[in-house]
């Protein structure tokens, strides 16, 4: 995605937000993904990846788990964060 900022008098500045996804079913209803992101938006910019897996042991609910690492950079010190989090969706 573009992102645009303009706030007078200043110049318009641009930036970006993007994800790409891998999805690989191992098994019927056990998926493996991978997705790659990056950022760059007024000047703070970071690139992260997540590693997920997800089974769908019905055609209702999924339990999925997921490892997100991200860099940041917005200023003199890059932050490196590592997030994981469990979710159960179940559709109505």
Not at 36 to 48: L, P, Q, T, W
Not at 69 to 83: H, L, N
Request: charge should be negative.
């Amino acid at each position: 995605d573009l992102l645009a900022a303009q706030s007078e008098p200043d110049p318009t500045i641009y930036g970006h937000a993007a994800m790409a996804q891998a999805d690989w079913e191992a098994v019927r209803g056990f998926h493996l993904l991978a997705t790659a992101e990056s950022m760059n938006d007024r000047g703070v910019s970071g690139v992260g990846g997540w590693g997920s897996v997800a089974w769908f042991f019905t055609h209702y609910a999924e339990l999925r788990i997921d490892a997100i690492v991200r860099r940041v950079d917005s200023g003199a010190t890059p932050a490196v964060t590592f997030t994981s989090i469990a979710q159960l969706h179940l559709t109505l």
